[in-house]
Structure formats: structure tokens, C-alpha cells
């Protein structure tokens, strides 16, 4: 049946919320109320894909909070597609225009956005990674003008408050730590390697050197810029740290 189709618009508007009169010329009269029991089922199927998408945001609002957070969130942006697997991308935006939210958690859409990098991280293709094996017999000189960019499994995030640091007690912690909301930025890199996801806080002049490199700099260029935020930014350790967590990319000079 194609999207286009009159029936299946009168039934998808249907299960939607709209009104039943469209689908009586398909199902009669006597059935259409049925359609109810079809939209209960879609409702709840959508509202339990955002709670999945974002664990974090659940755990700090709690779970009755996070299913009204949910269904308003389904009743705006209703799913357009069969699989739910990648629905609720607009959920962080949604928050930030969400008025409660606003007046009582505007710090919540951060955290949202962290939630949602972690599952667009772990379903990123996998791309081939730079590792010191590929750098045998290169020469030294040569290391500082690569410009390898970085995986698509490796995602660089910034923040105008300490998200990341609410977001990390409550994602790994069994004890959550306390922590105060405060206008101190963090910057952060979630990443997946070896099927393993990662996540670290990192210093500014780190998150300048590798947002570089993502953006297509060479590390000289890349260190070059960092040394602004940190005139002690060690390039050399930089470099291994981050080529042992396999975010370079390989066959990009």
C-alpha cells in the first residue's frame, strides 16, 4: 500500500489521534472504534522508543515525569516511519522549546543531547582507523602534516554548563554523585572503538585540537590552534593518546 494511497492516509490519520470518520468507508461503522485499540498500541510503542533512546534523562526526572515528558513529545512529532530504531532525534530540541522544562530544568535538553549522541555514536559505520601499524617507516617529519580527520563513531560535544559531568555519574555511576548545576563549561568525546563506547571529559585546548582535526587540519595546524588555550598543549602526547583510542581515521592525508 503506498504512503499516498486515500485509505492509508484515512487509516494513518486514524491511528495518529485524528478522527475516525475517514476509515469507515474502509472498515464500516460498526468496526471503526477499533481503530483505538491500534492507536493505544502505536502511542505507547512510541513513548517507550524515547524512554529507551534516553535512560539518562529518565533516571534524573524519574519515570512518571519521562513518560509525560514522552507523550507530549509523540503528540507533536508523531514517528513517520515503520522502525522506531532511530525516532526521537528532535527530542533534545522538543525540550528546549518544552515550557515546564524550561521554568524548571532548563539544564535537561544538555543532557538529552548527550543521550542521543551516545545511540547516534553506537550506530555509526564503521570506518578504518589509524593505527601506529599504518605509521611504520613514516617519516617524523612527515607525522605533523597527516590530517587524518576523525571516525564517524567519534563525536565532540561542548557545553555552556557542567552536562557532561551530570550526564557521566548518572550514565556509570551505581552511587550517583552530587553535583551542583553551575555555568562552567565542559567540553566531552564519546566515541565507539573495537565495539566498545567510550566517553571523557576533556580540557578545552584538547577538544580546539581534535575538533581541528575533525574539521580537516592537519595536527600542526590543529596544535598550532590549541597552544592558544594551552601554551603547555603537548602535541606528542596528544597524538598517542588518541591514536591508541582509535578515533583517527586511516587513509585520509
Same mark, same amino acid.
Given at each position: 500500500?503506498?504512503?499516498?494511497?486515500?485509505?492509508?492516509?484515512?487509516?494513518?490519520?486514524?491511528?495518529?489521534?485524528?478522527?475516525?470518520?475517514?476509515?469507515?468507508?474502509? /472498515?464500516?461503522?460498526?468496526?471503526?472504534?477499533?481503530?483505538?485499540?491500534?492507536?493505544?498500541?502505536?502511542?505507547?510503542?512510541?513513548?517507550?522508543?524515547?524512554?529507551?533512546?534516553?535512560?539518562?534523562?529518565?533516571?534524573?526526572?524519574?519515570?512518571?515525569?519521562?513518560?509525560?515528558?514522552?507523550?507530549?513529545? /509523540?503528540?507533536?512529532?508523531?514517528?513517520?516511519?515503520?522502525?522506531?530504531?532511530?525516532?526521537?532525534?528532535?527530542?533534545?530540541?522538543?525540550?528546549?522549546?518544552?515550557?515546564?522544562?524550561?521554568?524548571?530544568?532548563?539544564?535537561?535538553?544538555?543532557?538529552?543531547?548527550?543521550?542521543?549522541?551516545?545511540?547516534? /555514536?553506537?550506530?555509526?559505520?564503521?570506518?578504518?582507523?589509524?593505527?601506529?601499524?599504518?605509521?611504520?617507516?613514516?617519516?617524523?617529519?612527515?607525522?605533523?602534516?597527516?590530517?587524518?580527520?576523525? /571516525?564517524?563513531?567519534?563525536?565532540?560535544?561542548?557545553?555552556?554548563?557542567?552536562?557532561?559531568?551530570?550526564?557521566?555519574?548518572?550514565?556509570?555511576?551505581?552511587?550517583?554523585?552530587?553535583?551542583?548545576?553551575?555555568?562552567?563549561?565542559?567540553?566531552?568525546?564519546?566515541?565507539?572503538?573495537?565495539? *566498545?563506547?567510550?566517553?571523557?571529559?576533556?580540557?578545552?585546548?584538547?577538544?580546539?585540537?581534535?575538533?581541528?582535526?575533525?574539521?580537516? *587540519?592537519?595536527?600542526?595546524?590543529?596544535?598550532?590552534?590549541?597552544?592558544?588555550?594551552?601554551?603547555?598543549?603537548?602535541?606528542?602526547?596528544?597524538?598517542?593518546?588518541?591514536?591508541?583510542?582509535?578515533?583517527?581515521?586511516?587513509?585520509?592525508?
Amino acid at each position: 500500500m503506498r504512503d499516498d494511497d486515500p485509505y492509508f492516509q484515512a487509516i494513518a490519520t486514524a491511528v495518529l489521534g485524528g478522527p475516525d470518520e475517514g476509515v469507515i468507508p474502509i /472498515v464500516g461503522a460498526k468496526f471503526a472504534h477499533r481503530v483505538e485499540a491500534h492507536r493505544g498500541n502505536f502511542h505507547m510503542s512510541a513513548r517507550s522508543a524515547i524512554v529507551s533512546a534516553y535512560p539518562v534523562v529518565e533516571r534524573l526526572v524519574g519515570e512518571e515525569y519521562m513518560q509525560g515528558l514522552a507523550a507530549a513529545y /509523540v503528540k507533536v512529532h508523531p514517528p513517520i516511519v515503520a522502525s522506531l530504531t532511530s525516532y526521537g532525534n528532535e527530542f533534545p530540541a522538543f525540550l528546549r522549546g518544552f515550557a515546564p522544562v524550561q521554568n524548571e530544568l532548563p539544564w535537561l535538553p544538555a543532557v538529552a543531547d548527550l543521550d542521543r549522541v551516545w545511540f547516534d /555514536v553506537y550506530e555509526a559505520p564503521d570506518d578504518p582507523v589509524l593505527t601506529s601499524a599504518e605509521l611504520i617507516g613514516t617519516s617524523p617529519a612527515m607525522l605533523p602534516i597527516l590530517a587524518p580527520g576523525l /571516525v564517524a563513531a567519534a563525536q565532540l560535544m561542548r557545553f555552556k554548563i557542567c552536562a557532561y559531568s551530570v550526564w557521566r555519574t548518572n550514565k556509570a555511576d551505581a552511587k550517583v554523585a552530587e553535583i551542583a548545576i553551575t555555568s562552567d563549561a565542559e567540553w566531552a568525546l564519546l566515541w565507539r572503538n573495537d565495539n *566498545q563506547m567510550h566517553h571523557t571529559k576533556l580540557a578545552q585546548a584538547e577538544y580546539v585540537f581534535l575538533n581541528n582535526v575533525q574539521a580537516g *587540519q592537519s595536527f600542526a595546524q590543529a596544535y598550532a590552534e590549541s597552544c592558544r588555550f594551552d601554551p603547555k598543549f603537548d602535541l606528542q602526547q596528544q597524538f598517542s593518546r588518541w591514536l591508541s583510542a582509535g578515533i583517527f581515521k586511516r587513509g585520509t592525508t
